[in-house]
């Protein structure tokens, strides 16, 4: 049994940045790939970014690109998206996500376990 617990979100206004991290159980963390996903209220939940197995490959929404980093920590077990430049419409519920497979998707579908979620609200 895998668990994912993520940690970070908060109240930020505008332009600022947070530190999302998302913690998981089990001997097995480094060999599979991340991801990252957010649901704002009233919509689907949305891709936000994914890393490899490595760290070596990632992959951002456009929405975010430039403004978002993932990385990973495979000693700590821990995956992290920093969050520079916010803006009011990246406010949603924050999940990681672990894809049995060592390369990323950006398909929901392709993640089998999933944190509970952090609530990031952006302040205009």
């Known amino acids: 049994q895998v668990q994912l617990v993520e940690s970070g979100g908060g109240l930020v206004q505008a332009g600022g940045s947070l530190r999302l991290s998302c913690a998981a159980s089990g001997r097995t963390f480094s060999s599979y790939a991340m991801g990252w996903f957010r649901q704002a209220p009233g919509k689907e939940r949305e891709f936000v970014a994914a890393i490899s197995w490595s760290g070596a490959s990632t992959y951002y929404a456009d929405s975010v690109k430039g403004r978002f980093t993932i990385s990973r920590d495979n000693a700590k077990n821990t995956v992290y998206l920093q969050s520079n430049s916010l803006k009011p419409e990246d406010t949603a519920v924050y999940y990681c996500?672990?894809?049995?497979?060592?390369?990323?998707?950006?398909?929901?579908?392709?993640?089998?376990?999933w944190g509970q979620g952090t609530q990031v609200t952006v302040s205009s």
């Open positions: 996500a672990r894809r049995p497979r060592g390369g990323w998707s950006a398909n929901q579908a392709d993640y089998d376990y």
